[in-house]
């Protein structure tokens, strides 16, 4: 009891004590607030890449792609607990907007929207086909001609309320996309020739992921 009665008039008495307990005091808030901050983005930042790539990915190191992956997919399904599986391809671009003299190297995704919308959220990310995202791909504009997807900061740009400027309705803008296939040994296919592949789309969406690598 004589103990405890000693460190209370100490803590009382002297001033320093403050200071050391204040100090104390706020290391712990900052240290609470920081990690209160870190669990919410990391929290937030698992959720936009759950919704972008759904619960797991299967994927190879090979260069030119998954081979029997329809197989893959019907042993996936037939297993019962697997309720959607997309086939996704990945490769690097060129791409050049006809009407405007802008080029840029982007990466782009080959998906069936179809099967894509059951293994991920896809649909969510879309703007004006968010209702439909099984037509991602065809065209307002022109739903005769091929569509493509774009990130929304790949072109956008926001307001001074950090909003995105989308407009009533697409703008009709054609473009091109060109890329370099490869032979299984990773070499670059039809050397001796033009080795480039070229293909012409029409904008048909902008998906907003929340992830800035995906978006931009």
Not at 62 to 67: Q, R
């Amino acid at each position: 009891m004589y103990k405890l009665i000693l460190i209370i008039r100490y803590l009382f008495k002297r001033r320093i004590t403050y200071f050391a307990t204040a100090a104390v005091a706020l290391c712990v808030f900052i240290v609470v607030v920081v990690m209160t901050v870190m669990s919410g983005l990391v929290g937030e930042f698992k959720e936009k890449n759950h919704d972008f790539v759904g619960d797991c990915v299967v994927g190879t190191e090979s260069l030119v792609g998954f081979p029997y992956y329809e197989r893959f997919m019907d042993r996936l399904k037939d297993s019962g607990f697997v309720v959607g599986a997309s086939p996704v391809v990945r490769n690097y671009a060129l791409l050049a907007l006809t009407d405007h003299a802008i080029k840029k190297g982007v990466e782009i995704l080959g998906l069936d929207p179809n099967l894509h919308i059951q293994a991920t959220s896809f649909g969510r990310s879309l703007h004006f086909r968010a209702a439909q995202p099984e037509k991602a791909f065809v065209p307002i504009t022109d739903p005769n001609a091929t569509g493509c997807v774009w990130g929304v900061d790949v072109i956008l740009l926001r307001n001074a309320q950090g909003q995105y400027s989308y407009g009533a309705r697409p703008p009709r803008l054609p473009l091109t996309l060109t890329c370099f296939p490869l032979t299984a040994k990773g070499a670059l296919a039809g050397v001796g020739s033009n080795p480039a592949q070229t293909e012409d789309f029409v904008y048909s969406d902008y998906s907003h992921t929340g992830i800035a690598r995906v978006d931009g």
